[in-house]
C-alpha cells in the first residue's frame, strides 16, 4: 500500500497538455444525475412515494436544511431541456436512474405498471438516443417504494429479492432494446452505512450517537443534520443482512439479463460502488493494517463477493455469525455477476488501529477497529470542498483503481462518478457562484491520475463527472452544489453553465487545457445578459 501524502497529488499529466487525445478514441466521457436528486414530480403520473419521500417529508431534521426532493430541479418536466445542454456539452454518455415507484407504484408487477412512467423513460432515451447520447441506466439508486419498506421492511428482508428481480426484468423488457449500458445498484455501500449504521439515510436505523468519532469511522456521504436519533434498528447485524440481499438482489438481476436479454440486446450490465482511499495514519504496522481493512469493509464488502464468491476474510473473521453466508447456489449466481464494476471515488483519509472497548456492542464500526483521520501532523490530507467529509485527494483515484486491478481480477472499470462540490451560498450572485475553478482543477487532477492508472494497465474505459447539474444531494439536502450547471433554484430553476461546464465542453471537443480565458469571459456575458440579476 502507497503511503502517499499532500505533496504525491501532482500527476504527470496535469496542466495544460492534457487532451481528450489522450485518451482512447471509444473512452467514454460521461455525467451523472440520480432519480430523487434531479426529477421532482414525486406525486404526479401515477408515481407513488418512495422511502426518500417519506423520510425528508416525515424527519426534515435528518436534512441539513430540512429540505425534500419533491420538486428537486424539475427535471421531469425539463428533461428535454437538460438533454439539449448535454448535447451542447458533447457527452458521449448520461447516466441517471430509474424511480422503481414511478413504474411499478406497487414495488411489483401484481401491482400494476405505470405506462405514464414508462412513457417518460420511453421519452428521455429516444430523444438522447437521437441526439447521439449513448442512456446508462442505474436500475436502483437509493429509492425503495415505500409500500415495499411498509409491506416487510425493504432490503432488511429476502422479499425484497424476487420484487428487485421483476422490477429489474420490467426495465430490460421496456428498455433494453435501445438501452446498452446497466448498472443494477448504485453504492449499496453508502444505502447500507447510512440507512443501517448511521441512520442519515431512510429508514433512519442505527447507533443514536453524535460523537465525531463514530461518524467519522463511517465517512464517505454522511451528514447527520441536527437530528441525530436514530429509530430502533441493530447496527451489529442489520447492515450485513441489507448488504446480503443487495448483492443476491443484484446477482438475481444479471442472471435473468444474461438469460433472457443480453444476446439479443447487446448490451452489458454491472454495478456501481463506492470508496475512498485510506492510507495507513503511520508506518505502525497496526495502522497499515487498518488502512487495508477500511478497504475491504468498504469497496471489497460489495466488490469481493462478485468477483470470488464470498466476503473478504478480513469480514468474515471479525463479523463472524453475523455475517450472513450464501449458499453454494448463492455463491455460483454471485460470483462473476457483472461485465464491469462501476466506481465512484471522491476523496481519501488517513486511517488508523483503534481497538474497540471491552464490552463494546458489536456494530458495523466496532467490527473494524479503525478510525478516519483527514488532518495530520496539523496538515489536511488535501482541500476541503463544500461536504464537511469530501477532501480534494485526486490521487487516491488512481491508487483505488490499481488495487481494483491487482486484487479483484483485472476488471473492466467505468469511474461512474466523480465530482466535488462547494457550500451553497445563498448570498452570492450567481455571477460569482458560476466561476467554479476548483471544479475545474479538480477533474483535470483527476482525470490525469485516472490516465497514469490506465498506463499501469487498468482497464478503464469511461469517466462520468457528479453531477451534471445542482441537485438534491440526499440528507446535504440543496446546502452543497455539485453541479457543472448552476440552477437556480429561487426563479424558475434555469439552468447556468459554471466554468467547469465551459471547460468541459472544450475538453470534449478536444481542445486543450484550460479553456481559454477569453472563451469563458464569454459565456459569461451570455450568461449576465440571459438572467435576473438577483443575488441568490
Known sequence: MANNGPGAQVARYVGAKLTRHDFPPDFIFGGATSAYQVEGAYAQDGRSLSNWDVFALQRPGKISDGSNGCVAIDNYYRFKEDVALM?????????????????????????????????????????????????????????VPQCLEEEYGGFLSPK??????????LCFFEFGDRVKFWVTQNEPVTFTKNGYVVGSFPPGHGSTSAQPSENNAVGFRCCRGVDTTCHGGDAGTEPYIVAHHLIIAHAVAVDIYRKNYQAVQGGKIGVTNMSGWFDPYSDAPADIEAATRAID?????FVAPIVTGDYPPVMRERVGNRLP??????????KGSYDFIGMNYYTTYWAAYKPTPPGTPPTYVSDQELEFFTVRNGVPIGEQAGSEWLYIVPYGIRNLLVHTKNKYNDPIIYITENGVDEKNNRSATITTALKDDIRIKFHQDHLAFSKEAMDAGVRLKGYFV??????????????????????DYVNGYTRYPKRSAIWFMNFLNKNILPRPKRQIEEI????????RKKGR
Not at 425484497?160 to 426484468?169: H, T
Open 297 to 301: 469493509f468498504m469497496w471489497g464488502w
Open 524 to 531: 459569461e456575458d451570455d450568461n449576465a445578459s440571459a438572467k
Open 160 to 169: 425484497i429479492v424476487q420484487d428487485f428481480a421483476e422490477y429489474a426484468e
Open 466 to 487: 457528479w453531477a451534471l447539474f445542482d441537485n438534491y444531494e440526499w440528507s446535504e439536502g440543496y446546502s452543497v452544489r455539485f453541479g457543472m450547471y448552476y440552477v
Open 87 to 143: 448535447k451542447k456539452l458533447g457527452l458521449d454518455s448520461y447516466r441517471f436512474s430509474i424511480a422503481w415507484s414511478r413504474v411499478l407504484p406497487g414495488g411489483r408487477l401484481s401491482g400494476g405498471i405505470n405506462r405514464e412512467g414508462i412513457k417518460f423513460y420511453n421519452d428521455l432515451i429516444d430523444l438522447l438516443l437521437a441526439e447521439g447520447i449513448e442512456p446508462c441506466v442505474t436500475i436502483f439508486h437509493f429509492d
Open 325 to 334: 453466508t450464501f449458499t453454494p447456489e448463492q455463491a455460483k449466481l454471485v
